[in-house]
């Protein structure tokens, strides 16, 4: 399948990032001290995780969800970021963070920060989830502890199913040192063999735990009660019995983490997807990053590791406690406990989305907004299912980043191909992580007769759209989705995003060119609505940040809502400075990385930035800028970082239905700033604060006050506006100010 060729950009539309001004004053740049580091923003988002584990209010299980989370965005943040910092460093590259640190001197923070959130964890395991779980019948037992009865069984489990498929691995001049998967679980020994067979007298042994196993073993109890045991104790209490010789001594955990980056030369591979394949197998066995040992793993043992692995002291994280506690998620599994969980919700699919209604039709109504995963992303599937099975539909366009493995979306498109449509799919292989999924559905979709394509050299397609062409008794009619999510079903019942389904003729064609340009010579060419990346999207942001700044000089109102994952720009950053000086509001809702300080007198006291982390993953993009009571709004699947804007193929799209402007207005962004139970605050030095309010009984959240008002005003909710039966949803209409809502103390 062939690979698209970089872009070939139109005149005025080149996708080059413009330089930011030097550190200065009014135009210039923001300097060093006015940026937080974008690592240590990162690991702040991460202990703010890790809060909601050590928070009493929050039910016991996904407390220990939340510290699984808290360990798992740990291990991606080493073999990426971390990863990065030292191949900056090893390769002698002279070059400063935009907030003044060398490469060296981040990693020496990182390291200091996160061993501070390791020790943090280990607390919140030992002192607070362990007891907590024990007194409600979740016991983590050491097979040494039990009783006669019980260590029968574990035995008897051991030899049967267990044994057979471990590998005992000794290390000495014939046998090398093992190559140590990524971030999977090993016990180092020491062996004493008998006789003087060997020198020494003393050789280490590795076994590595099989992936396939367990993570937990559930001992056998009559009432249901979750006694447990960790496969690592269970494999360590056998090693004597699975070596054979000599005698064994004590054994410690170990993990490694590695280089997990994929390293491509797009403009060489002549098969992007096989090239994708071969390098998958190598992140397996990449450039060791962490080390991490049971802390009472001996000082020469340790050495050792490290020695081999080609790690230094500092790489190493001595763990007090299980190591990758995410493995303890396992008792997550079933439905046992529903009281130490979060209430279920099942999210309503919006009438006219439901099975058996004609979606065609409702969208030829107007416009539809739906406010995932509080309205079931089911409605979109069905959009996906009507279009796959509608003898008028002729084509269907759409990209894929995260499939997930839920075969309905991919199985609609390759029944719309049995059903003789014209599908086309633009397959993300570069999707971090998700590759060997994509790989696999892109051979299924292409076996089944799709037309695929692996998007543009160079940059990764993230821009979630589908284009339906259908043969309406009118004419031809163009139905798209734009979202801010994944076609993942799965995440879609996780993450908080939004969708909107329109027949609007500027969108479609748009959407048209879009396409186009994925799959043709991608020339660029002008958009209507759509603002797209890498081409403009930067650009509009800053003339609309500016446009804001510009009212407020005139004495005009000024407001900025946003709403997104990640604030790094620095072009951006200086931007909202500028219009903070010049007397705009500003509110920032935003999950993760946060590189802007605000609140600092005379470059950005206006800015109020929030950061809400709660039983969904805030991953919505929304911005809104006020343009004085006429408010602009866009929703998007990129965030203000540069890969977004300049690296990225993204989609900002605006809300031109006035009725669904409004909804997202005081629905939506109005609620997420007047929450005060899960918002935490940003601190001009960097750290967190959580409103007063927080645990009154009185305290906004904004999350339930969503799926309440789904389950009660669904059938009102996201509505088209009277008279919109051209398809154009009601005229732009200003809108109420939206309010900062409360603020930090």
């Not at 360990?71 to 003044?100: C, M, Y």
């Not at 981040?106 to 989830?129: F, I, K, Y």
């Not at 990209?399 to 059903?419: F, H, P, Q, S």
């Amino acid at each position: 399948m062939a690979r698209r060729p970089s872009p070939r950009v139109a005149a005025g539309g080149r996708p080059s990032r413009a330089t930011a001004p030097d550190a200065g004053q009014n135009s210039a740049g923001p300097g060093p001290t006015a940026l937080f580091n974008r690592e240590l923003s990162w690991l702040e988002f991460n202990q703010r995780v890790l809060d909601e584990a050590r928070d009493p209010s929050v039910p016991l299980l996904e407390r220990l969800k939340f510290l699984g989370i808290t360990h798992s965005n740990l291990d991606e943040f080493f073999e990426v970021r971390v990863a990065g910092l030292k191949q900056q460093i090893e390769s002698e590259a002279a070059q400063r963070t935009p907030d003044g640190m060398t490469a060296g001197q981040c990693l020496r923070e990182v390291t200091r920060r996160v061993r501070e959130l390791v020790r943090d964890a280990e607390s919140c395991w030992a002192t607070e989830l362990r007891p907590a779980l024990a007194a409600r019948g979740f016991r983590f037992l050491r097979p040494d502890g039990l009783d006669e009865a019980d260590r029968r069984w574990l035995a008897a489990y051991y030899q049967d199913k267990v044994h057979p498929v471990l590998t005992p691995l000794a290390v000495d001049p014939s046998h090398p040192f093992p190559q140590l998967l990524n971030k999977s679980l090993n016990l180092v020994t020491r062996l004493v063999l008998p006789g003087g067979r060997d020198p020494g007298g003393i050789r280490l042994a590795i076994v590595q735990v099989p992936r396939v196993l367990p993570h937990l073993v559930r001992l056998p109890r009559p009432d249901g009660g979750w006694d447990t045991v960790l496969m690592s104790d269970l494999i360590g209490e056998n090693l004597a019995g699975l070596f054979g010789v000599g005698q064994v001594g004590a054994w410690w955990s170990f993990r490694v983490t590695r280089n997990s980056e994929l390293y491509i030369d797009e403009e060489e591979a002549s098969n992007l997807r096989l090239a994708v394949e071969a390098e998958l197998h190598n992140r397996r066995k990449g450039e060791a990053v962490r080390l991490e040992v049971s802390s009472d793993c001996p000082e020469e043992i340790r050495r050792e590791l490290l020695a081999t692995l080609g790690l230094g002291p500092q790489d190493l994280y001595a763990i007090d406690g299980p190591i990758a506690p995410a493995r303890l998620l396992a008792i997550l599994e079933g439905d046992q406990a529903p009281e130490l969980r979060d209430e279920p919700f099942v999210a309503p699919v919006p009438e006219g989305l439901r099975e058996g209604g004609d979606v065609f039709e409702m969208v030829r109504q107007g416009d539809r907004l739906l406010h995932h995963p509080y309205e079931s992303f089911d409605g979109v599937l069905e959009f996906l299912r009507q279009a796959a099975a509608d003898p008028r539909v002729l084509a269907i366009k759409q990209t894929l980043y995260r499939t997930g493995g839920d075969r309905r979306i991919v199985g609609a498109l390759m029944d719309a191909v049995k059903n003789g449509k014209q599908v086309t799919v633009v397959v993300e292989l570069k999707a971090r992580f998700d590759e060997a999924n994509n790989i696999a559905w892109s051979r299924r979709l292409e076996e089944a007769g799709v037309h695929v394509v692996y998007g543009v050299v160079g940059y990764k397609v993230h821009a979630k759209v589908c284009l339906v062409v259908r043969r309406d008794d009118d004419g031809l009619r163009r139905y798209v989705h734009l979202g801010t999510g994944n076609y993942n079903p799965a995440t879609a019942r996780l993450y908080t995003d939004l969708s909107l389904l329109t027949c609007r003729p500027d969108l479609g064609e748009d959407a048209t060119i879009l396409f186009n340009l994925l799959t043709g010579v991608c020339q660029h060419r002008p958009t209507r609505q759509l603002v797209l990346a890498p081409f403009e999207l930067h650009a509009r942001v800053q003339a609309l940040i500016r446009r804001e700044a510009d009212h407020a000089r005139a004495g005009l109102p000024a407001r900025i809502v946003a709403k997104m994952n990640a604030l790094v720009d620095e072009e951006t950053i200086a931007s909202l400075y500028e219009a903070s000086r010049a007397g705009v509001e500003i509110d920032l809702v935003i999950r993760g990385i946060c590189c802007l300080r605000p609140g600092v007198p005379g470059l950005s006291e206006r800015i109020r930035v929030r950061s809400i982390i709660d039983r969904f993953l805030e991953h919505s993009r929304i911005w809104c800028f006020g343009n004085t009571g006429d408010p602009s709004v866009f929703v998007t699947s990129a965030d203000w970082m540069p890969r977004n804007f300049f690296k990225r193929i993204e989609v900002a799209f605006p809300v031109l239905d006035g009725r669904l402007r409004d909804r997202i207005l005081h629905g939506i962004l109005q609620e997420s700033l007047d929450d005060t139970a899960k918002a935490r605050w940003l601190q001009a030095d960097g750290t967190y604060r959580h409103s007063p309010e927080a645990r009154s009984p009185g305290a906004r959240r904004s999350q339930a006050r969503f799926m309440e008002s789904a389950l009660l005003e669904i059938s009102a909710s996201g509505n088209p506006s009277a008279g919109a039966r051209d398809g154009r949803g009601s005229a732009a209409r200003p809108s109420p100010r939206i309010r900062p809502g409360p603020r930090p103390e």
